[in-house]
């Protein structure tokens, strides 16, 4: 158990529609991450907040978007679906420490299918 | 970041040590080197990292040789609730993680 949290646990939307996936850091990190994985594959970068910004970005469109909150919990939103929306999203927190550099502790993540 | 090369997979016997094998052939200076695992359907797990000196802590070994090109994780003790695709990473002062394809470690009984 990490302490990272997410919400819901499955989801089934329709082509086209809008999705909104929550997650809950660790208690003390300030740092959220979301990874996209899709059957097979390894966990490919979304996209970072850091005290409520975005710090850094991964190849996906501009209809992937997110919001980190002052309590650093964490929304990300998906606009009009397409079927290879359908994947594993995670979330992950972390605290940057003196280098930098530091772990990132993953949930359980959301498994969102597209129909 | 660089990238990494790992076997596919490999399997191992239950109370052995499971070393996993990965190239990092391109790294650099500032470059740590990540390991983390991923039970099926589960988020993946933290394990280890290093920049240069060997470490170890609960769960695992980290060796990397003195060239930095390549790394070994060791799990002393394999058993059953070990197996798991397991990710070499090789991560700069950055914000995100790489992953590959890693590892699919079975172990058996």
């Known amino acids: 158990e990490t302490g990272v949290t997410q919400s819901p646990t499955h989801l089934i939307k329709t082509r086209g529609q809008q999705v909104t996936l929550r997650c809950s850091s660790q208690?003390?990190?300030?740092?959220v991450s979301w990874y996209q994985q899709a059957l097979g594959q390894g966990p490919q970068f979304i996209f970072q907040y850091y005290r409520e910004e975005e710090n850094g970005r991964g190849n996906f469109p501009p209809r992937f978007s997110g919001l980190q909150f002052p309590n650093y919990s964490s929304e990300l939103n998906v606009n009009a679906l397409e079927l290879d929306d359908s994947a594993l999203y995670l979330c992950a927190s972390s605290f940057p420490g003196l280098a930098g550099v530091t772990e990132q502790y993953f949930g359980p993540g959301t498994r969102l299918t597209v129909t | 970041d660089a990238k990494t090369t790992q076997p596919p997979s490999m399997d191992c016997a239950e109370g052995r040590a499971a070393n996993l094998p990965c190239n990092h052939s391109?790294?650099?200076?500032?470059?740590?080197v990540y390991w983390y695992r991923q039970i099926h359907s589960q988020g993946p797990q933290y394990i280890i990292h290093?920049?240069?000196n060997n470490e170890t802590n609960e769960m695992a070994s980290l060796i990397i040789t003195e060239d930095r090109k390549s790394s070994t994780l060791i799990l002393p003790h394999a058993t059953l609730r070990d197996t798991a695709v397991y990710y070499c990473?090789?991560?700069?002062?950055?914000?995100?993680?790489?992953f590959g394809a890693g590892t699919t470690v079975t172990v058996r009984a």
């Open positions: 208690s003390g990190h300030n740092t």
């Open positions: 990473i090789v991560r700069s002062n950055d914000y995100k993680l790489s």
């Open positions: 391109t790294i650099s200076g500032n470059e740590y």
């Open positions: 290093g920049l240069k």
